[in-house]
Structure formats: structure tokens, C-alpha cells
């Protein structure tokens, strides 16, 4: 089992950006596929965006990209989501995952065993 901390979160104006990291302790994330997923007041957990165990591929959902790029440093044991051109629709508690599965483009949270605690990001209009 992998402890996963998300940290970055905060208040933006609409157009803003935000770094959020995820940071792992207990085990090296290098053996590990790494998501992104967040949740809004009100809706089921969303699926985000994937990252492969080197940070060479990554697979987003339609919401976010172009907006949003995930990227790994397996040496720090961190995983990051930028955020750019944030908008309302944004705002939601982002959730790191952790699984031992392949890479691919599924977006099932169940293939996720380890999950951080979530931190709040709200962006204003």
C-alpha cells in the first residue's frame, strides 16, 4: 500500500492556474499507474486524466484537455496536475489514485487501490 497526499489546492479567478502535487510515501511510485480524478458538490467522482508508470503517456478526459497535463517525478515520488485556463465547472475536490494496473485509457476508478485524502480547488467567475 502506497500513502498519497495531494497539496495546491486553493481559490482562483476563472482563467487562472493551479499546480496540485502528490506526494507518496510508504512505497517508490515508480511500480505504479497514477490518476487524477475530482469530485463536485452533488456528482459522482470524475475521471481526470492517467499517467504511466515512466510519465511518458498520458490520457486525459475530453473536459480537461489541452487545460490540464499531468506529469510524474518518480525520483521526488511525486505526481503533479497543471491547471490552466481554469473555469467554474472546474471547481471540485481533486483526488491522486494509485494501481498497479497497466496503463490505458480506461477511466474506472475501481482499478485504483490507493487514493489520497483530496484537496479542494474553487474557482470563481
Known amino acids: 500500500q502506497v500513502q498519497l497526499a495531494e497539496s495546491g489546492g486553493g481559490l482562483v479567478q476563472a482563467g487562472g492556474s493551479l499546480r496540485l502535487s502528490c506526494a507518496a510515501s510508504g512505497r517508490t511510485l515508480r511500480g505504479y499507474t497514477m490518476g487524477w480524478f475530482r469530485q463536485a458538490p452533488g456528482k459522482e467522482r470524475e475521471f481526470v486524466g492517467v499517467v504511466s508508470r515512466s510519465g511518458g503517456s498520458t490520457y486525459y478526459a475530453d473536459s480537461v484537455k489541452g487545460r490540464f497535463t499531468i506529469s510524474r517525478d518518480n525520483a521526488k515520488n511525486t505526481m503533479y496536475l497543471q491547471m490552466t485556463s481554469l473555469k467554474p465547472e472546474d471547481t471540485a475536490v481533486y483526488y491522486c489514485?494509485?494501481?498497479?494496473?497497466?496503463?490505458?485509457?480506461?477511466?474506472?476508478?475501481?482499478?485504483?487501490?490507493?487514493w489520497g485524502q483530496g484537496t479542494q480547488v474553487t474557482v470563481s467567475s
Open positions: 489514485a494509485a494501481g498497479v494496473h497497466d496503463y490505458g485509457t480506461s477511466r474506472r476508478a475501481s482499478e485504483y487501490a490507493d
